[in-house]
């Protein structure tokens, strides 16, 4: 059973930073791909970033220049650093992570939620 765990959300001035992590209950080198995903209210589920096994990154554009995301293999963990953060950045972040080759599988945690807001 594949446990992700989200940590790192809170309420955050704009301008400022947070930085979220995402740890799994096992090895992450199993997941072709892990990433951040994020919901606000009314609103489709939209990509945040997404780092492969082999270190690539990708970003939304939404976020790109503002956002890192990176991964700690020891730590079986991925982090999403956020800065200069917009009110437009207020969502339910979600971790998900792929697995598979044929038949792929993704995986969610339960989600850590950000409010940017003065």
């Known amino acids: 059973q594949v446990q992700l765990v989200e940590s790192g959300g809170g309420l955050v001035q704009p301008g400022r930073s947070l930085r979220l992590s995402c740890t799994a209950s096992?090895?992450?080198?199993?997941?072709?791909?892990m990433g951040w995903y994020r919901q606000a209210p009314g609103q489709q589920r939209e990509l945040a970033a997404t780092?492969?096994?082999?270190?690539?990154?990708n970003y939304g554009d939404s976020v790109a220049g503002r956002f890192t995301i990176s991964r700690d293999n020891v730590k079986n963990t991925v982090y999403l650093q956020m800065n200069s953060l917009k009110p437009e950045d207020t969502a339910v972040y979600l971790c998900?992570?792929?697995?598979?080759?044929?038949?792929?599988?993704?995986?969610w945690g339960q989600g850590t939620q950000v409010t940017v807001s003065s």
């Open positions: 998900g992570a792929v697995e598979g080759v044929t038949n792929l599988r993704t995986y």
């Open positions: 096992g090895s992450i080198f199993r997941f072709n791909r």
């Open positions: 780092i492969t096994r082999d270190g690539t990154t």
